[in-house]
């Protein structure tokens, strides 16, 4: 009798072992790697490169907006620079064209100076 129920023992534990085993497989569970495995998981390298990645793409995109946020002012102030010169323009023109106009009525009043001269001699 005690083979038989030593038999029935060790029937029972393949039959557990077996049905676990076909359990687990049709569930999809998989053993979970331990810390020294490296499937499924990053290494402490590329996760370092990944966080560098991500902090310098974080500081381009502050970086543009600040400057993309300045433009505005700055392009105010090129249109503020922008009528200042042309205003001066604008006077130059004006002085240009007083110059020959000036410089004519010079050389009226010197022959006219020349002419009195002349006549009072």
Known sequence: M???K???RLEEQQVRSISSRFFARDLGSHE???PGSSAGCLGRGPLALLFLALMFLTVLLVTIVVQVSKLPSS???ERFRQEEIYQELTQLKAGVREFP?????EKIYQELTQLKSAVSE
């Open 2 to 4: 005690s083979d038989s």
């Open 6 to 8: 030593e038999l029935g």
């Open 32 to 34: 979970t790697p331990g």
């Open 75 to 77: 392009l105010g102030q």
């Open 101 to 105: 106009e000036r410089s004519r009525q």
